[in-house]
């Protein structure tokens, strides 16, 4: 009888777990507790808009090598779209000046040294002030490592940070920023592309699924682990609710469950128990003509905002302060910026506001300081997660990282 791997858990870490493992020819079982796979990077139905909807936009760049490994397998690249270079529009709307960071596609930073091509009013030593977030030690703030002031600060530094952290920039931590711009602008143009699925299922969840069943994994929804039991070192066996299941010997278990739920199924689990909120709105009108895929937002409350063919999207992240505010207001707020931006003129049109409470750990030092390792103390355990010691903020690639590494433990063991 061959072994069987379980993961526990059917969003991108968990997934990108179980394709690694059966692509290897181990017998995989899969036990989702909700419905529908994709766990914070989802797509639905929204009745409100009348349109399927991603419950949150989900940029990705085009160096976030293991995702773009990860589409590679399942042969979705085409469902990312992006400028065809690392070209990234802003607008300052106070001021009503708008202009494109272009990145390009070299390896060298010359883009830092064209007026035409960096972030207006900059200079050279602006970019070089960003540099000693590169080689900070893990227990420092962004605050404490660079001024958060200066043109490249307000307007590339901190629309970046912000983004790739969840968090206002002074407050994270300066190593998990020192990552983000080591493996992006550091890394060059090439790696820079901004990246959104057409649909989050559609591109990166349903074709992970059946790229399973094709391969005799199995994925069961509705399948909630309840409790681990876990003596001798090791997972004996898991517990759905109707009794325990036993494990064989060979048999392994990866929990890739979020940082909150993980700690109840493995006691004395280090793990983060702070985290930030990111705020979605949807409208549903068709991008003006020339309108960028998606553009930064300065001295708004939106952040972002991408077009797709059928609705603007907009992304608030470290958006804990809008939780209490009512979603009528917020869509009337987010819409007339919007529709500024946009240049539209017009009633609200059809909107969803999504909020998750949750959407990733606080990036802080002390919450990053608490993230374990894939393994664990029980030799047929390992972990998956955004949460778990990536080296990176809570991301996609942060999560599909450590699918993949959580897969690589337990086929070497
Ligand atoms: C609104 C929003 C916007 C975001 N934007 C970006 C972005 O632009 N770029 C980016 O890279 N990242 C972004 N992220 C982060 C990204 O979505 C996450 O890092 C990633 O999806 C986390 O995947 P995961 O597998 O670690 O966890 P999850 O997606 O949380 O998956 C965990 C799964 O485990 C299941 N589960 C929980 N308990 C049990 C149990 N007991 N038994 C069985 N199953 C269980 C859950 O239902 C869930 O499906 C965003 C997140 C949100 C919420």
Redesign the pocket.
């Known amino acids: 009888m061959p072994r069987t791997i379980h993961v526990?858990?059917?969003?991108?870490?968990?997934?990108a777990a179980a394709i690694r493992l059966t692509e290897r020819g181990e017998r995989v079982v899969v036990?989702?507790?909700?419905q529908q796979?994709?766990?914070?990077?989802r797509s639905y139905y929204d009745a409100s808009t009348d349109l399927v909807i991603d419950?949150?936009?989900?940029?990705?760049l085009s160096g976030?090598h293991a995702?773009m490994a990860y589409v590679r397998t399942l042969g979705t690249e085409a469902g990312l779209v992006g400028p065809p270079q690392a070209d990234f529009a802003f607008m300052d709307i106070a001021s009503d000046e708008r202009w494109t960071l272009r990145i390009g596609n070299g390896r060298l930073p010359l883009w830092t040294l064209d007026e035409k091509r960096r972030v207006p009013g900059s200079t050279l030593m602006d970019y070089v002030r960003l540099l000693p977030l590169i080689w900070a030690s893990k227990d420092k703030t962004v605050g404490e490592t660079i001024a958060c002031k200066g043109p490249v600060y307000d307007r590339l530094g901190h629309p970046l940070l912000l983004?790739a952290l969840?968090i206002d920039p002074p407050q994270g931590s300066a190593a998990l920023a020192g990552a983000i711009i080591r493996e992006t602008l550091l890394a060059g143009g090439r790696a820079c592309r901004p990246l959104t699925a057409r649909g989050l299922t559609e591109v990166l969840i349903d074709p992970a699924l059946r790229f399973l069943k094709k391969r005799g994994a199995e994925v069961h929804f509705g399948?909630?682990?309840?409790a681990l039991d876990l003596r001798h070192g090791r997972a004996q066996a898991l517990d759905f609710g109707s009794g325990p299941v036993a494990l064989d010997n060979g048999d392994a278990v990866i929990v890739?469950?979020?940082p909150w739920?993980a700690p109840s199924?493995v006691p004395g689990l280090s793990a983060p128990t702070q985290y930030r909120a990111?705020v979605?709105a949807h409208f549903r009108i068709a991008p003006p003509k020339d309108f960028p895929s998606m553009i930064g937002v300065l001295g708004a409350t939106v952040e972002w905002i991408f077009a797709f063919p059928d609705r603007l999207s907009v992304?608030i992240s470290g958006a804990d302060r809008l939780l209490d505010q009512s979603r009528e207001e917020l869509a009337a707020l987010i819409w007339r910026e919007v529709a500024q931006v946009a240049r539209l003129s017009g009633d609200l049109p059809p909107w969803q506001v999504?909020r998750?409470r949750r959407?990733?750990f606080a990036a802080t030092p002390a919450e990053d300081a608490k993230r374990p390792d894939a393994a664990t103390k029980f030799s047929n355990l390992y972990l998956?997660?955004?949460?778990t010691d990536t080296g990176l903020p809570?991301?996609?690639?942060?999560?599909i990282r450590?699918?993949n590494r959580a897969a690589d433990l337990a086929l070497a063991n």
Do not use: F, K, Y
């Not at 526990?8 to 997934?15: F, K, N, R, Y």
């Open positions: 526990i858990g059917a969003g991108l870490s968990g997934l036990h989702e507790a909700m796979a994709g766990g914070r990077a419950n949150g936009n989900h940029l990705l976030n995702a983004a969840n399948s909630q682990l309840r890739a469950v979020p739920t199924l990111i979605n992304t999504v998750e959407a990733t998956a997660g955004d949460w809570a991301t996609i690639e942060g999560a450590s699918g």
